[in-house]
């Protein structure tokens, strides 16, 4: 089979497209026909090696030295069964599924075989390039504005609330009811009010840790806003969200404060794929190529400047 290949950390052209065995299920694993794979900021930091500060030898000795262990990158999918290991029931051949397939990633292919408990049952009523959009921001702005207790009434500033984890973020914290303030270059505000932000804020202008406002909860998904900012943002009992954070906040973070890396839960992805569904989430899917895209959709990550996710469909 045809997958998406990296041996050494470097630039999107260190992506090559190659041919590798077709993956044969192991205990408790299904074998899933790729439809569409989202190409991610975390596939992206795993091409480049590039790692928030603090992480660069620790998370090297985890992830690979010279490249990433995990040579086929790709977590966020949705496909088709096409074999189940002997002892799995939750699935069979041909059903339609979506999932993220952990640490061990292996997605960008024709084929991934995973662990069953991977994956929940993609509705029938989202496509699958939709359903593989959804995934990768969806569960972590899930994670982590349940974690911060978002409800109706309470006050949500988003920054970086165009790309993969803040678009999501936008809209489920005005699913739950939230006033969303988003932040957002001037270009994505007509984008970020359609998603549910009540008042947009274009950084270039107004530095977000120039806002007078106080916020419930303060989610950051670019990684510019210190602990000690955010925490003046919020409300006297506000939670700072630091979807990106260096070594030092992700180890002190506690009470107030959360981060690191968020969960992977069927249970969520089948949540937010509920929501694709019933159109209360757009997954902001863009539709690049099939593997061969995959370079240029990291090229389209390194800018920075990505709206919404990236998927690529292997058998198109
Ligand atoms: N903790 C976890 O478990 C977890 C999980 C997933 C991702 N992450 C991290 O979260 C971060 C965001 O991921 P992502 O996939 O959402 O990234 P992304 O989609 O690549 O984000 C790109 C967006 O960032 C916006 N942006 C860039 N500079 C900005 C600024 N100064 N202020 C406000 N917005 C700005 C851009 O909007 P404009 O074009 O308008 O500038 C663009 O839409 C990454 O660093 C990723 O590693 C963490």
């Not at 630039?11 to 205990?27: G, I, K, L, M």
């Not at 030295?65 to 977590?75: H, K, S, T, V």
């Amino acid at each position: 089979m045809r997958a998406a290949y990296v041996d050494r950390y470097g630039p999107p052209d260190s992506v090559v497209v190659t041919e590798v065995p077709t993956p044969e299920p192991r205990a408790g694993e299904v074998v899933v026909r790729v439809e569409a794979v989202a190409v991610t900021s975390g596939d992206a930091r795993l091409r480049s090696g590039r790692f928030p500060r603090g992480f660069g030898a620790l998370a090297r000795l985890g992830v690979g030295i010279r490249g990433p262990r995990a040579r086929i990158l790709g977590g966020a999918l949705s496909g088709r069964v096409e074999r189940v290991a002997p002892d799995v029931t939750a699935f069979a051949p041909g059903d339609e599924i979506a999932g993220m397939t952990g640490a061990r990633l292996r997605g960008h292919a024709e084929f991934v075989a995973a662990p069953a408990s991977k994956f929940t049952g993609k509705p029938e009523q989202v496509g699958h390039a939709e359903a593989a959009g959804a995934l990768f921001g969806g569960s972590t702005a899930l994670h982590f504005l349940r974690k911060a207790g978002v409800a109706a009434g309470r006050t949500v500033l988003v920054n970086g609330a165009s790309g993969a984890v803040g678009s999501s973020a936008v809209q489920l914290a005005a699913h739950f009811g939230a006033t969303v303030t988003a932040v957002a270059s001037r270009r994505n505000h007509d984008l970020v009010t359609r998603l549910g932000a009540h008042r947009a804020v274009d950084y270039t202008a107004t530095p977000v840790t120039t806002l007078d406002d106080r916020f419930d909860i303060v989610f950051d998904a670019v990684g510019n806003i210190s602990r000690a900012e955010g925490l003046r943002l919020l409300t006297p009992d506000g939670t700072l969200v630091l979807a990106v954070a260096d070594l030092l906040d992700t180890v002190r973070a506690r009470g107030r404060v959360l981060a690191g890396p968020a969960p992977e839960r069927p249970a969520d992805f089948a949540f937010l794929l509920d929501l694709v569904a019933t159109g209360a989430l757009d997954p902001l899917t863009e539709i690049v190529g099939d593997l061969d895209a995959v370079r240029e959709a990291h090229r389209r990550i390194d800018t920075g400047r990505k709206t919404g996710n990236l998927v690529v469909l292997p058998h198109a």
